[in-house]
């Protein structure tokens, strides 16, 4: 059975940080493309940062600079960095596990950036 499943997802001011981890299971982890999206209220879910088996990445350009997406394939866990937040980012992050159509999503996790 496959799993997916986020974590480290708050509240924080901005210009503050916050670091999420998705750890999945039951997929030969280091061979799937791993990726980022959020959803905002009233908001088609958007792309947020991918990063494929070889380890390129693609950042969607509103976090260009400011979050960096990485993975650790022993651990079967990706992580999203993500600095300077703003209250834009503001979200729901969902993790996706992709090598053919649909993938794997997790549930998410709530980022609230906010005063």
């Known amino acids: 059975q496959v799993q997916v499943v986020e974590s480290g997802g708050g509240l924080v001011q901005p210009g503050g940080s916050l670091r999420l981890s998705c750890a999945a299971s039951?997929?030969?982890?280091?061979?799937?493309?791993m990726g980022w999206y959020r959803q905002a209220p009233g908001k088609q879910r958007e792309l947020v940062a991918t990063?494929?088996?070889?380890?390129?990445?693609n950042y969607a350009d509103s976090v260009k600079g400011r979050f960096t997406i990485s993975r650790d394939n022993a651990k079967n866990t990706v992580y999203l960095q993500m600095n300077s937040l703003k209250p834009e980012d503001t979200a729901v992050y969902y993790c996706?596990?992709?090598?053919?159509?649909?993938?794997?999503w997790g549930q998410g996790t709530q980022v609230t950036v906010s005063s």
């Open positions: 996706w596990a992709y090598r053919a159509t649909p993938g794997y």
């Open positions: 039951g997929i030969f982890f280091s061979s799937y493309t």
């Open positions: 990063i494929s088996r070889g380890d390129n990445t």
